[in-house]
């Protein structure tokens, strides 16, 4: 099958003939007649079915298979931070199915409140005013929303290649194109501008900050009327894209000066993935708004929102979300406990430590092997990007898929995005000693696809 670059943008394809070769090779003949199931009963679509392999449990920084396996799981869907089957979080939760399993809209009760409280206190500035929602595209939705309504404006400017969500108006204002391609027309007024990148700029060498991006950006703002807000990445966890602080300074700048919003898309990223609660931390900045979700729910329950300034509470009379399961008794109650347990356990600063690791670590086999063009690390999200030459950059995007399917037979298991970055999402909870044994796994794979 024709395989389209935009279809590795957000993550491996399933429909190559590498995913096909690993599993007729590794998995067992059970386990095949499982997937061909699951085939048969779900929609097909990219990325995910027909799937990759069958889970029975998760645990730690593990996955265990159908037929036995142990993966470390440096994926996660980034709702991993506190590690799958998390027994503090699983023990709130099941105190509250006890106490208050659903909690009807229109009704609050003591842990809404009280997880509304902490996300306000660790929000920095007037941050003051939170929404909560089933899913982080459905808070995408609720800050759209919320723009327009704030502001009377209805266009807004994003970037392409960001990915804020798989609704219509989601992947109207997001850039991939495995979203985006033959949807027919999407929601008016999402305009896009370039993004920020690091190692493939769109204006080259000559853009090492991404000002010419921001230059592009004033240029839309003062030719394009009804623009009621700007919604970004802080960093795009697909392949790690990290702004200097410099970026997002100016942005802030433009933004106030222009009159529009800052919208700041945080759901794979906040909740201490980068070392800091909030990415805009890294920044000295204040969003307008800030969206999150992903992890707030421990791994075990969907839950997302946002947090608002509170000169934005204007929408008395309209409903941004009322949803059925807005204010969720149950995932309230483990988002304040996956909160409380990175409090705990120091998990920010450990993702800190580990992104001085990783970094280091990352930058020596960068020094070892050609083939790795780019190393990006923060926190706990790192991106190495494999190149067939480093003069042209060109992408091994064979090869790259190649390199996971071998660590994933050495019990490691991460995404290819964008067809040849390796990007890596470890659960907070991983130790050095973990960091390290999955760093040879990729060393070593890296060495037998591409033989110096």
Known sequence: MDIKPYQRSEGDINLSAEREQWQETNLSR?????????SRYFLHQSMSTPCLNVITNAEGIYLEDLDGRKYMDFHGNSVHQVGHKNSYVIDAVKKQLDELPFLPRRYTSP??????????????????????????TSAIGIA????????????TISTWDSFHGASLDAISIGGEGVFRNHMGPLLPGTEHMMPYNS???????????????????EYMLKREADVGAVIMEPVRSTDVQIPPKAYFQRLRQICDQSGVLLVLDEIPTALGRTGKMFVHEHYDIVPDIVVIGKGLGGGLFPMAGIIARE????????SLGHYTHEK??????????????IEQHGLLEHAERMGVYLERELMA????????????????????????????KKEAVEGAEKVMYRCMEMGLSFKVSNGNVLTLVPPLITTQEQLQHALQCIETAISQVFPQ
């Open 365 to 392: 086999m960068m020094n070892r092997h050609e083939v790795i063009g780019d190393v990006r690390v923060i926190g706990m999200l790192a991106a190495i990007e494999l190149v067939t030459d480093r003069q042209t």
């Open 30 to 38: 059970h386990t095949r007649e499982v997937l061909e199931e699951d």
């Open 328 to 341: 969720s008794s149950v995932g309230c109650a483990a988002a304040l406990a996956t909160i409380e347990y």
């Open 111 to 136: 842990v809404a409140v009280q997880l509304a409280r902490k996300l306000v206190e660790l929000a920095p500035g007037d941050l003051n005013k939170v929404l909560f929602t089933p899913g982080g």
């Open 144 to 155: 759209m929303k919320l723009v327009r309504k704030a502001t009377g404006n209805f266009k």
């Open 199 to 217: 190692y493939r700029s769109f204006y080259g060498d000559s853009d090492p900050d991404g000002s010419k991006t921001l230059d592009y950006l």
């Open 311 to 318: 000169g934005l509470d204007v929408a008395h009379d309209i």
